[in-house]
């Protein structure tokens, strides 16, 4: 008989070959799981090759999630649970686990031949070298082929094939997740393969039952669902969020969107996703380069459309022209950077957050622009929306950064309801704009100029890349001109700062450092600070979701703490940053590894300086 | 006074049917050198343009950077001055999202055929509703006389002082090996035959090609002299027209033919006689006959066909897509909307 064991959080890692469907067992526990109540987030980690050779260590996928009773920020530091489907899955993920964990292996394939082809001389399961962990050794091949055996239709090698969902169904059991989730998505995936069906749901139910009545496994773990706020949720990663909230900002917006962009890792995935939403009214190209997908949105702004392109970090060096032309045109468009490790290639596949001076400077001459930073898989939804609003409110591009580990992790998102969402009025010009003349240049309030589209009658004008004379638009190599006409658009995007939400200070009394943080940093410095709080330290956290321009409270923010610690993934941009603009001694943690920062590296920087 | 505020006669709902080429002369003081084909080009696109019949604010007139791409501002319609060689990408952009709109993309050879190649056989192989002008003088001019992608083998300027070594593009078997569906050469200094070849360009329904020979006074004059002075033109103008015999010359003493290899040769009429010579059939599916013509002579001093060398009608990029899009964005609203952001698994937390 087992045992049942209450624990607030837990953190699961499955791994396999990545022909071994683990990103499709992780997903399916993860919708079992959410569904079940606990909050979690989740991150993938591909192999970076499509397909690399089977059993090796260069071939492994994995999938991380943490799932918890209370609400959670990160994926997790340290599994402590590994499932490894083979020898190559727990050489590559041994390392990374808690001292004590649970690791659960598919015995049947710890064989000869596959212990070499993850370069171990022995059978860890064997030599004592995992004494440290409690090992369940599960002849994971060998019971699905069984359990599905007798089915029609479906030969030894498809029913081997269903083994991913036999580890599931051990997992759900040891978790106590909801089973019939994960048999109607079975059903639904393979409503028309009846033998498929029937053989992966008996592998799943398999695996279940394994747990149910095999000794082997003496121990059920319970995670209550987490208190979260009331309301309808569902599971996205950010590459869905940004998508989402693309598609909402040209709904309340009206205008169309289209969306232009060239295959690039990890960026493709927000192509794939808007590809297919072709009856939601959205456009989209796949262009011959990144430049062309650049001017391809532009286009389309100029002729009252949403245009938005989408890359990872060399796109952007490819853009910066179309973007810089934009800036002169001010026309509204929206430019997302998946941001991921460099230089040049770099790591495709890996996260890093070091595109931030080049967004905000990465182009010849004065060309300012609004950047905005995703800090959580869902708030990618606001920020795509804010990047629109401050775009066409504007008339401006607007870099929306975003990141590889962003991109695919998942957390659940609070759906917002439509009443709530942002107004975003094009307010297209009408008609002439001074004593009967239409003057392109001519500014509003927040020194906006108007947007007048082609097709409407008696506003015909021209704009281009070349400096403009203020109001009327026309070619101009003015001296006095130039200066004035740089000094409007540094100072329409300045004062963006009078229209974004203050910085907001996650302060404990007492606390005289200061954490501050942007983009993906915001789940381990806000997990970090809890920790260290939970330990009695004294800390405080901000998090900027405005890069340019910064909130308008910052530098008052930032002088009202005796330190400040900048924790990012690069070698420390936005500590310059605000060295540069308020001369304020910030303190940099930077970790360059094409990995996401951990909560716990947080909680030993902030000891550290208590 | 703003040159983009002035109003004309479509604005007061008399029709367009009114607009005069003075109608598509914009404010802007035209600033190309004395003696530039450009100026030819551009009064040719403003007599055309009071055909097509449209509101002077329903066409576009995009640009990339050169001296062309000054023509953006010269030009009474809306106009977008792009970046090098990106206006056929930008064009794109636009075309495809405002397919009511007539959209000119127009450039030099160093523009559209250098930095701009890839997007000028991209927009061609999609077939988008664009009409590509592209202005050859076969030399590079706003910076100053380099060799350009047209400039002939061997030729010297300021960056090949000892000849360039780089063999030309044929601009037109360019664009025929990217599928382009429809494909005219012209020379500035024959207005009419310009706004003949513009016309055709207009009525087809996809991506049109328009190369225009033209005379850049300052660092190439006189590279067609031989197609455009009153004494060697005739000798050396082949019109193609469709579905007539192919022949040129004072008297049309002269013709083309093909060879039995299937190569196509200059002959003289009376040796050859009328039946031996090629019958233009510019909607002929298979491009081969366009590609030989395109390739009939390999320098501006030899005879050298004009007009349009192909129109095959193929499926316009977006048209299969386009009523689906406008009637999807249409319907969608706060319903739709809510129905997407709650696709997938959702779960809801009581309070």
Redesign the interface.
């Known amino acids: 008989m087992s045992r049942t064991v209450d624990k607030d959080r837990v953190v699961i890692r499955i791994a396999g070959d990545s022909g071994d469907g683990m990103q499709l067992a992780g997903g399916r526990f993860t919708?079992a799981t959410?569904?079940f109540?606990n909050d979690l987030a989740t991150a993938p980690s591909y192999p970076a090759e499509v397909r690399a050779p089977a059993g090796t260590l260069r071939g492994v996928s994995a999938f991380q999630i943490h799932f918890a009773s209370r609400d959670i920020l990160t994926p997790g530091d340290r599994p402590n649970v590994l499932v490894a489907m083979n020898p190559a899955a727990l050489k590559s993920n041994v390392d990374t686990l808690e001292s004590g964990a649970t690791i659960v292996v598919n015995d049947d394939a710890f064989s000869k031949r596959n212990l070499a082809k993850a370069g171990y001389d022995a059978n860890p399961l064997e030599d004592g070298s995992l004494s440290e962990f409690r090992v369940y050794r599960v002849p994971m091949t060998s019971m699905t082929v069984k359990a599905t055996e007798s089915i029609e239709g479906v030969s030894s090698r498809d029913g081997a094939r269903a083994k991913n969902l036999f580890a599931l169904g051990v997992l759900s059991w040891m978790y106590g997740r909801p089973v019939e989730?994960t048999e109607e998505w079975i059903e639904r995936k393979f409503a028309n393969r009846g033998a498929i069906l029937t053989a992966n749901l008996a592998a799943f139910h398999a695996g279940y039952n394994f747990g149910e009545t095999a000794d082997l496994l003496d121990v059920r773990y319970r995670v209550k669902p987490a208190a979260?706020?009331?309301?309808?949720?569902?599971?996205v990663d950010g590459t869905t969020a940004t998508a989402?909230g693309l598609?909402?900002a040209?709904?309340?917006s009206g205008l169309?969107l289209?969306f232009?962009s060239y295959p690039i890792t990890p960026a493709s995935e927000l192509l794939h996703e808007l590809a297919r939403q072709?009856?939601?009214?959205?456009?989209t190209?796949q262009?011959?380069?990144e430049?062309?997908a650049a001017?391809?949105?532009?286009?389309?702004?100029?002729?009252?459309?949403l245009?938005v392109t989408a890359t990872s970090g060399p796109g952007m060096d490819l853009k910066a022209?179309?973007i810089?032309?934009a800036v002169a045109?001010e026309l509204p468009m929206v430019i997302v950077d998946v941001q991921r490790a460099g230089p040049s290639t770099g790591m495709p596949t890996k996260p890093e957050s070091a595109d931030l001076l080049m967004a905000l400077y990465g182009r010849h001459g004065e060309s300012p622009l609004p950047v905005i930073a995703a800090a959580t898989p869902a708030h990618c939804f606001d920020a795509a929306l804010e990047a629109v609003r401050l775009a066409v409110d504007y008339r401006t591009p607007v870099i929306l950064l975003s990141d590889a580990f962003l991109a695919n992790s998942s957390e659940p998102w609070l759906?917002?309801n439509?009443?709530d969402l942002p107004r975003i009025d094009p307010r297209f010009a009408q008609g002439?704009n001074l004593d009967?003349?239409?003057?392109?240049y001519l500014r509003d309030e927040r020194l906006a100029r108007p947007w007048a589209i082609?097709?409407?009658?008696?506003?015909?004008?021209?704009?281009?890349?070349?400096e403009k004379e203020d109001?009327?638009?026309?070619?101009s190599y003015d001296p006095e001109n130039h200066a004035r006409m740089t000094s409007l658009r540094a100072e329409k995007v300045r004062g963006i700062a009078r229209d974004i939400a203050p910085l907001e200070v996650d302060h404990e009394d007492g606390a005289e450092l200061l954490v501050l943080g942007w983009g993906s940093s915001y789940g381990p410095i806000t997990a970090g600070a809890r920790r260290v709080r939970e330990r009695g330290g004294k800390v405080a956290a901000a998090h900027l979701f405005h890069l340019n321009p910064l909130p308008a409270n910052t530098g008052e923010v930032l002088r009202s703490y005796r330190r400040v610690l900048v924790a990012e993934t690069n070698t420390g941009q936005l500590s310059q940053i605000v060295r540069a603009e308020f001369l304020v001694d910030a303190e940099s943690f930077t970790k360059l590894e094409g990995k996401p920062l951990l909560a716990a590296e947080l909680e030993r920087e902030i000891l550290e300086r208590l | 006074?703003?040159?983009?505020?002035r109003?004309h006669a479509?604005?007061n709902g008399s029709g367009v049917a009114t607009l005069t080429k003075q109608d598509f002369v914009?404010g802007?003081e035209t600033r190309w050198c004395p003696g530039c084909g450009d100026y030819a080009v551009l009064a040719a696109v403003q007599e055309f343009l009071p055909e097509l019949g449209l509101?002077?604010?329903?066409?576009?007139f995009?640009?990339g950077i050169g001296c062309a791409?000054r023509f953006?501002?010269y030009?009474?319609?809306?106009?977008?001055?792009?970046?090098h060689g990106?206006a056929p990408?930008?064009?794109?952009?636009?075309?495809?999202?405002?397919p009511?709109?007539s959209v000119w993309a127009l450039g030099g050879d160093g523009d559209m055929l250098s930095i701009g190649g890839?997007?000028l056989i991209?927009a061609l192989r999609r077939n988008i509703p664009i009409k590509i002008l592209v202005l050859n003088n076969q030399v590079y001019g706003l910076t100053k006389g380099q060799t350009s992608p047209t400039s002939e083998l061997g030729k010297v300027t300021k960056s090949t002082p000892f000849g360039s070594e780089d063999q030309p593009f044929n601009p037109l078997a360019l664009a025929l090996g990217a599928g382009a569906s429809f494909v005219a050469r012209t020379v500035d200094r024959d207005r009419h035959h310009v706004i003949e070849v513009l016309r055709a360009a207009s009525e087809h329904p996809g991506a049109a090609f328009v190369e225009i020979y033209h005379n850049c006074p300052i660092f190439n004059d006189e590279a067609y002299a031989a197609l455009t002075d009153k004494d060697t033109k005739d000798a050396h103008q082949i019109r193609l027209e469709h579905g007539l015999p192919i022949r040129f010359g004072a008297e049309r003493e002269r013709g083309v033919a093909r060879r039995p290899d299937g190569s196509l040769a200059i002959v003289e009429v009376a040796d050859a006689g009328e039946d031996a010579l090629l019958v233009h059939d510019a909607h002929r599916a298979d491009p081969s006959m366009a590609f030989a013509l395109a390739h009939l002579s390999q320098r501006v001093s030899e005879p050298t066909p004009i007009g349009v060398f192909r129109a095959v009608e193929r499926p316009v990029h977006?048209e299969s897509?386009r009523e689906?899009?406008?009637a999807?964005?249409?319907?969608?609203?706060?319903g739709?909307?809510?129905a997407?952001?709650?696709?997938?698994?959702?779960?809801?937390?009581?309070?």
């Open positions: 919708d959410a569904v109540g989730v979260l706020r009331p309301g309808t949720y569902r599971n989402l598609i909402a040209s709904v309340t169309p289209l232009a072709r009856s939601l009214g959205v456009r190209i262009a011959e380069d430049i062309a001017n391809m949105a532009l286009g389309a702004a100029f002729g009252g459309q245009g022209e179309t810089g032309l045109l759906i917002p439509i009443e002439p009967g003349e239409f003057l392109p082609p097709g409407t009658i008696g506003l015909a004008h021209r704009i281009g890349g070349l109001g009327t638009g026309n070619i | 006074m703003a040159d983009g505020a109003y479509s604005e914009s802007q509101p002077l604010e329903r066409i576009v995009v640009t791409g953006a501002y030009m009474n319609t809306y106009g977008l001055h792009g970046i990106r990408a930008l064009a794109t952009g636009l075309a495809v999202s405002r009511d709109l890839n997007h991209h977006g897509s689906e899009l406008e999807a964005h249409e319907a969608i609203g706060p739709e909307l809510e997407l952001l709650h696709g997938g698994a959702t779960w809801t937390v009581e309070s």
